[in-house]
């Protein structure tokens, strides 16, 4: 049998291939070219006279002195880390709850769940701004006459507009648009289980708790560590939410690296400067995902 | 007794964190509803009306009479369907790859496509409207179905390559045995086996490439205009917003979709948790 | 028998070469503007069409919103496509300045019929006698106030027409601010991320005496004297708490602000566009005769030691033709069209704003305040036109923001002073 399969080496090769060519063609011939922009003093004005000229790392040394860029660094490890963390905490929360045997109706609650992840960045930062805007805002309306929501706090205006609460805020907006997913890969992870173990424990005695420790956790960590790193992945090339709902400010208080790349490439023109911060940006995130697979592969072997 | 009053609190504990969770869920559609429902001019008070029962249809009828817009939404559609469509027939061919031969450079291969998702998608647009400048694609259907297509493949890849993981090796060898080539034996009898996980990706391809806003205005957005984009157009000249509109606008946009979800949402969710993602 | 049919084929062969002679020569011509352009460039076209019978002549138009249009135009210009007429907003004309292929001034048809604000401007972009474009319509900015609002504290008969005016009436509204709705501010003025923070403090700027940068645009002046007080002016009313920050940098764009003012949010608005009374008004379903009952209108006012008042803002889309034009001189007829006075004249929507040239104002008389409009349009400032400006003008409102934020904590002038100095490193390089 073994050999049947070994004959036909080229067929591996031969299956992934379209999906190499089109990944190659559509992301990494742009990646290269970006990056010899990335090299250039190149602004908008430049592109259109073809004037872009190399000046080698000069980019990439100007990152370091630029106040905005660790600015905007330091922003986007609160937003990532919080929102992951909330992503993956809730999903597994929720995950596990939904499958708890005595819940009813668990497939309602995960249609209603999945919305959020269903909805487009567009509606979701319009209907957000709506809730949270100072002037025309539901949430400070809804507060104006309800003792309950004021003694909570909700009849503060400053949600978007108090540098240090904004980040917070839209943590909280991406938490609610992308934990449907960790809800999703945490399921799996809870039905790879076999309900055997829990049985046997439950003859011992153990607690909820025990069982979620010493049973589930351990056996969830795969499932935990991808879910960790697809979710950051994606979470550091999140704009399109912030650039609708606060374009960033106020005065930079919620602007992430990769709002910054898009600002500086667009509004400002820096088509060079945006493209070695976009390489800078690949770094940290491609660095931050080999430390989870080093958890991960150690965990593994281990 | 005791044992079934604590397992009692603890079940009303899970119901009230699913409860508050659906409610958090659904506030954002909720407020856009009521705001999508008020007359126009329920924003002329200070603090707006929000919460008088003047309620009023109009703002649906105009959105939903206008061609334009049917348009937007139709065009998102096809992009969409089309664009996941090629995104899982390719990415499944090479999810079957990885999950059922072992070959130079497998592991290497699967990192890197994964670590493709992470390539910030400001870095990529003008590159891209350098190249389909000059293919002569820049505005046109195909640009978006391609762009769309790769942008979901890696994610399926993973998702396939679980997929086919959780489908027994046996069947297809049982196959090779009958005398099927190994790329028959995916035809015959891996393909119909992983109904469920290409559903759940062809959904969760569907609904990014659906959503996109940045592509479609970029290398799109005159002549080919999604609803996404579409959506940003019911301001005017000076930027200003027809909040009531827009609401509605949206509010409709989301009614098909979640509709659809509703139906198949089964399907991707055993697609989803069936096939899992094993590392 | 045979002699007619010969007849008749050689007439109809005759028929067919003459007209093969006269088919019409086939133009298209490519045009990227904003979305609202579409009726008033199918207008121009037929325009065109008419005028040139022995044309075939096709427009071919992209039409964008406001951030992607400057970037398409951007694109498409590098990679050389032969776009014939483009618009471009005045805030980022710098950047294409070097893009345009340039009109013989002599040639700008009613050269006397420019208002007077935009003739000095039409000046001041012709070099050797050749200008960058013609503008269609521009905007304005004047400071409202809600006389419902005024007269609900008894507040009546207002006039505001310099700085001191503007904190006499604040301090009236804040002394019965418990009569005003719940959340409702004294003042508002504009902080948030966009552009509109900007112009609308620029006017306090020129009205003060001051600018943004020297004459020859090569350094900051803005922190200058009228600088420090235009901005303290904003810190006035921040002090005595008439207007919160939060209310102040409330987020998304100008659009929220200006609905907020249309409700009764700020009392006194301290700058707002002209089109406060007009789109905005309609977007929430007011009339104009509602309009003029509900709010009253003054000029941008003065400091009471005197200065310009109505100095403010002008915007507006400078209609040029692009250097890798195939049909430039069809683009210039076409661009007349557009911008002549004879298009304000033409029912139909797609107009920017009011008019540039004076025998089109009469247009506006069904405008809410058109007479201070009118006024304001001869107080036009306008922003610097250099390739830096979408940077500088970054910078510039991060230290309003900045200001806001820290009005107790910081003096105007050390911010100012602080922004220039970034601002003349840039201009510097």
């Known amino acids: ?35 010899f922009t990335s090299l250039k003093r190149m602004t908008l004005l430049d592109l259109m006279l073809h004037k872009g000229k190399y000046i080698g790392f000069q980019n990439y040394v100007n990152i370091f002195k630029d106040s905005l860029f660790w600015n905007s660094l330091k922003n986007a490890f609160i937003f990532v880390a919080l929102s992951v963390i909330g992503q993956v905490g809730f999903g597994l929360l929720l995950a596990s709850i939904l499958h708890d045997k005595s819940i009813k109706g668990p497939g309602i609650f995960r249609a209603i769940f999945l919305i959020p992840w269903i909805i487009s960045s567009v509606v979701a930062a319009y209907s957000w701004t709506y809730i949270f805007d100072a002037n025309l805002g539901f949430l400070p309306a809804l507060a104006y006459n309800n003792p309950i929501l004021k003694f909570l706090g909700f009849e503060r205006k400053d949600w978007l507009t108090n540098p240090s609460i904004v980040i917070y805020i839209l943590v909280v907006i991406n938490i609610w648009k992308g934990t449907a997913f960790s809800i999703l890969m945490q399921s799996a992870g809870l039905q790879s289980i076999p309900d055997s173990l829990y049985e046997s424990s439950e003859v011992d005695g153990a607690t909820t708790l025990q069982k979620f420790v010493f049973i589930t956790l351990p056996l969830l960590m795969p499932f935990i560590l991808i879910n960790l790193i697809i979710t950051t992945m994606i979470t550091f090339n999140v704009y399109d939410l912030i650039l609708l709902i606060t374009g960033g400010g106020p005065n930079h208080a919620s602007e992430v690296l990769s709002l910054y790349i898009y600002n500086r490439g667009f509004s400002w023109g820096d088509l060079g400067y945006a493209a070695s911060l976009s390489l800078v940006l690949l770094i940290v995130n491609l660095t931050v995902t080999v430390l989870y697979l080093v958890f991960l592969r150690s965990r593994e072997t281990s | 007794m005791m044992h079934s009053k604590k397992k009692r609190t603890k079940i009303i504990l899970a119901y009230a964190v699913l409860a508050s969770w659906g409610i958090f869920s659904l506030f954002p559609l909720f407020s856009m509803l009521l705001i999508a429902l008020k007359p126009k001019n329920a924003f002329m008070s200070f603090p707006p009306d929000y919460f008088s029962i003047r309620l009023t249809l109009d703002n649906f009828m105009t959105v939903l009479k206008d061609p334009n817009w049917i348009g937007y939404y139709g065009n998102s559609i096809l992009i969409a369907l089309l664009a996941s469509l090629i995104s899982v027939s390719v990415g499944s061919l090479a999810g079957f790859s990885f999950a059922r031969y072992n070959f130079r450079m497998k592991w290497f291969l699967m990192v890197f496509i994964l670590a493709l998702q992470m390539i910030p998608t400001a870095s990529i647009i003008i590159p891209f409207y350098n190249m ?38 046996e069947l297809e060898e049982a196959a090779l045995i009958d005398g099927c080539s190994g790329l028959k034996a995916f035809w015959k009898i891996a393909f119909p086996l992983a109904a469920p996980g290409m559903a759940a990706s062809v959904i969760y391809a569907f609904v990014r490439a659906f959503n996109d806003y940045i592509i479609a205005r970029t290398l799109a957005g005159s002549k080919i205009v999604t609803y996404t984009v579409g959506l940003t157009m019911f301001t005017n000249q000076y930027e200003g917003i027809n909040l009531t509109l827009i609401s509605a606008a949206s509010f409709s946009a989301l009614i098909p979709i979640v509709i659809m979800f509703a139906l198949f949402h089964k399907y991707f969710v055993i697609g989803m948790t069936g096939g899992a993602l094993k590392g | 028998m045979k002699k007619r049919l010969f007849v008749v084929l050689l007439i109809s062969l005759l028929i067919m070469i003459s007209q093969v002679g006269i088919a019409k020569e086939k133009v298209v011509l490519r045009v990227v503007s904003r979305t609202w352009a579409k009726d008033v460039i199918n207008w121009a076209t037929q325009k065109l069409k008419e005028n040139h019978p022995e044309l075939d002549i096709t427009v071919n138009y992209s039409l964008y919103d406001y951030n992607e249009c400057r970037t398409q135009l951007a694109m498409r210009l590098a990679r050389g496509e032969p776009l014939d007429v483009i618009t471009v907003d005045h805030i980022w004309l710098g950047q294409f300045k070097d893009m345009i292929y340039q009109i013989d001034q002599k040639e700008i048809k009613d050269y006397s019929d420019w208002v007077p604000s935009f003739r000095s401007l039409m000046e001041k972009y012709a070099t050797k006698g050749k200008t960058l474009g013609l503008y269609a319509g521009t905007d304005v900015r004047l400071l409202f106030w809600n006389k419902e609002l005024m007269k609900k504290l008894g507040i009546e008969n207002v006039r505001i027409k310099t700085w001191r005016d503007v904190k006499y009436y604040a301090l009236l509204i804040k002394l019965k601010e418990n009569l005003l709705p719940k959340g409702a501010k004294p003042v508002g003025f504009m902080a948030g991320p966009t552009e509109h923070t900007n112009s609308r403090w620029y006017d306090y700027l020129w009205a003060a005496g001051g600018d943004i940068l020297s004459p020859d645009e090569t350094k900051a002046v803005f922190n200058g004297e009228a600088g420090g007080k235009a901005l303290e002016f904003y810190g006035w009313f921040l002090k005595h708490g008439m207007l919160s920050p939060e209310d102040a940098l409330s987020p998304t764009n100008g659009a929220v602000y200006d609905q907020a003012c249309l409700n009764g949010k700020f009392v006194i608005s301290l700058g707002n566009g002209h089109w406060l009374g007009d789109s905005t008004a ?16 003054a000029l941008i006012p003065a400091p009471d030691e005197g200065g310009e008042r109505g100095a403010c803002v002008a915007g507006g889309y400078l209609w040029a033709i692009s250097k890798f034009a195939k049909h430039p001189k069809l683009a210039e007829e076409f661009i007349y069209y557009i911008t002549g006075s004879e298009e304000w004249n033409v029912e139909g929507k797609g107009k920017y704003g009011i008019p540039t040239v004076s025998s089109a104002l009469p247009t506006i008389k069904n405008l809410p305040y058109h007479d201070l409009i009118e006024e304001a349009l001869r107080h036009a400032h306008f922003r610097p036109t250099i390739p830096e400006y979408p940077k500088i003008a970054q910078i510039i409102r991060d230290a309003i923001q900045k200001y806001v934020m820290n009005y107790d904590k910081m003096s105007a002038k050390e911010i100012l002073d602080e922004t220039a100095e970034k601002v003349n490193e840039i201009l510097k390089k």
């Open chain 3, 282 to 297: 309609r977007d929430i379903g007011m009339s104009h005769e509602e309009f003029l009952q509900k709010f009253g209108a």
């Open chain 1, 1 to 35: 049998m073994k050999k049947r399969f070994s004959k036909t080496k080229y067929i591996p090769i031969l299956l992934i291939l379209p999906a190499i060519v089109m990944l190659f063609l559509l992301i990494i011939f742009p990646l290269i070219w970006s990056f």
């Open chain 2, 132 to 169: 389909f400048g000059d293919l002569r694609l820049l505005d046109t259907y195909t640009v978006l179905i391609l762009v769309d297509s790769v942008g979901t493949m890696p994610f399926v890849i993973w998702l396939m390559r679980g997929y086919f993981l959780t489908i027994p090796r």
